[in-house]
């Protein structure tokens, strides 16, 4: 270790001259044996002190590295550092920043490098570390300063939850591309269905008009099965179309008054609505960031279900929202059939119905739609109920800023 100013020697060579003038009593041999024994026994006190801090050092559990900032050398590092890098402690003082991290990445590093060395920042996440072997490893690195020219950096192995990172992040874009093209065919299939579904549906007819009396009973039972085959398969067609152009036809969002919303979404159901004389009433709605086609589309569907799947006596239906945190809850509730909390995720799936389409008529699309729309604008929506004492549907939307 080296010698720092008001160490043994100067001490010594100072306590001499004391010793020459007051003491010629004692023999300076003796003297200069004392300070010798001091000046071995203060040694030993800090190689031990040394030890000590270099056990601790040693035994930390990130890896820990000093920079010169002046030659961009190394200068010390502990065990950890050496088993995370691969080189020994030797090795790697004859190293320096450059030589630790992948040439491709060294333009990022180095600005990261340049911060923490600047004081601008202290900490930086997930750089990319090239191990002796060849391999790399990932580390959060934290540093702090030891005097002015030499900088510390604590490195923490996050190789693997970046690994967990970047699978999730490969998988969510794995999904958005199937999903992408999920709902491409879904158009392309529903949309070009319809066509041959149309000459299907246009023969049955002609045969209908023309042939009917011609051919027996049987016959004619025959036709209007088929005929409402093909109404229900143009039903789905055009549901399954809608579904797709959700995500792929949706519009910018704007600011948008659910009160007016609701108002439209009441205009297109007049017919059921007076049908079934629906008693619907409403609180005061908020303003969203939404597309609006889409927001009278999901009233409408919910609406629509509270007035189909009414029980036994007058539909009542209300429509209210309360301000959770910062996001608006609106609810959607009536009086009607109910639904048993079993079926609660089933029915958000396309195509799933719980009953019979000859009892209550639909094709299952309506609230798998309503769920699109939702989780388009960064909602989520559920149902609560229990059979036989109506149903409340709810539905989140981020408060407009
Ligand atoms: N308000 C409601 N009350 C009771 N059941 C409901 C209500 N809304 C939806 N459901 C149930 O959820 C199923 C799925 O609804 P939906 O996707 O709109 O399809 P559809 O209306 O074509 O049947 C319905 O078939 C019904 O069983
Ligand atoms: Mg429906």
């Known amino acids: 270790m080296a010698r720092k100013p008001g160490s043994a020697k100067d001490k010594s060579r100072s306590a001499k001259k004391a010793i020459h003038h007051v003491k010629p009593v004692h023999p300076e041999k003796g003297q200069a044996r004392i300070l010798e024994q001091r000046v071995a026994e203060r040694t030993e006190e800090l190689r031990e002190s040394e030890e000590k801090y270099r056990s601790i050092f040693d035994s930390a559990n990130d890896g820990i590295i000093a920079c010169d900032l002046t030659t961009g050398k190394f200068l010390f590092i502990n065990r950890k550092m050496s088993a995370l890098t691969g080189y020994s402690e030797e090795e790697i003082l004859k190293l320096g920043v450059k030589d630790i991290h992948p040439a ?61 990172e970047e699978d ?38 002609l045969l209908n008009k023309r042939y009917r009396d011609k051919l027996d009973k ?20 055009n549901d399954l179309l809608q579904y797709s152009r959700v995500g792929t036809k949706g519009k910018p969002f704007e600011l948008t008054d659910l009160n007016s919303t609701l108002k439209s979404a009441m205009f297109n159901l007049k017919k059921p609505i007076g049908e079934s004389r629906a008693e619907i009433t409403s609180g005061n709605l908020p303003g969203v960031y939404a597309d609006e086609t889409q927001m009278v589309q999901l009233f409408q569907n919910l609406i629509g279900n509270a007035i189909k799947f009414r029980g036994g006596e007058a539909s009542r239906i209300h429509i209210s929202s309360e ?30 119905r719980l009953h019979a389409k000859e009892k209550y008529p639909g094709t299952g699309i309506g609230l798998a739609v309503c769920k699109k729309i939702v989780e388009r604008h960064g909602g989520r929506i559920w149902v609560e109920s229990e059979l036989g004492k109506g149903a409340a549907f709810c539905f989140t939307m981020p408060m407009s800023r």
Not at 225 to 236: C, I, T, V
Not at 333 to 348: Q, T, V
Request: contains cysteine; hydrophobic residues 40%.
């Open 104 to 164: 491709q990445d060294m333009p990022y590093v180095l600005n990261e490098f340049n911060e923490m060395a600047a004081g601008k920042k202290t900490e930086t996440r997930a750089i990319p570390v090239l191990r002796k072997d060849g391999g790399i490893i990932y580390c959060d690195i934290g540093s702090s300063f030891l005097g002015r020219t030499t900088l510390i950096g604590f490195f923490r192995d996050v190789t693997e939850r970046k690994k967990i």
């Open 168 to 205: 999730r992040e490969r998988l969510i874009t794995e999904l958005e591309v199937s999903n992408k093209e999920l709902e491409q065919f879904a158009y392309v299939a529903s949309h070009d269905m319809q066509e041959p579904l149309r000459m299907v549906t246009s023969y049955l007819d």
């Open 218 to 237: 049987d016959a004619g039972e025959f036709i209007d099965y088929s005929l409402s085959g093909a109404f229900h398969m143009k039903a789905l067609l």
């Open 323 to 352: 301000l959770k945190g910062n996001e608006w809850s609106i609810r959607v509730s009536d009086n009607g059939i109910g639904i048993d909390p079993k079926f609660f995720d089933k029915i958000f799936l396309i195509f799933q």
